[in-house]
């Protein structure tokens, strides 16, 4: 099974960025899928999640009207799209999986990516 996400980098407040995982090991459309990110210091925060067939969607407070999460289930491809970025998203965001409904509990996810580094600053 792998995860594996790609897309991050720097960039100026109020810009956009454009994250992509890629599954693969695993049948990618029975799994719900999400996006969490972690901070320096802090806890892993809950973002995003997917249905598996991409018709619900779920956000965390701090990101909704900005983020956008989608999914390609021929490509097995999971995205987040980021718009508005503030310095406080700064964060490694990693991309999980899930055989079951959508939950904001990380430790509910079985599939895990390496994660990639968002920075936001002028």
């Known amino acids: 099974v792998q995860l594996v996400e790609s897309g991050g980098g720097l960039v100026q407040p109020g810009g956009s960025l454009r994250l992509s995982c890629a599954a693969s090991?695993?049948?990618?459309?029975?799994?719900?899928m999400s996006w969490f990110r972690q901070a320096p210091g802090k806890e892993r925060e809950f973002v995003a999640a997917?249905?598996?067939?991409?018709?619900?969607?779920y956000y965390g407070d701090s990101v909704k009207g900005r983020f956008t999460i989608s999914r390609d289930n021929a490509k097995n491809t999971v995205s987040l799209q980021m718009n508005s970025l503030k310095p406080e998203d700064t964060a490694v965001y990693y991309c999980?999986?899930?055989?079951?409904?959508?939950?904001?509990?990380?430790?509910?996810?079985?599939?895990w990516g390496q994660g990639t580094q968002v920075t936001v600053s002028s």
């Open positions: 997917i249905s598996w067939r991409g018709t619900n969607t």
């Open positions: 090991g695993f049948t990618f459309d029975d799994y719900g």
């Open positions: 999980a999986g899930r055989e079951g409904p959508y939950s904001d509990y990380d430790w509910r996810y079985e599939y």
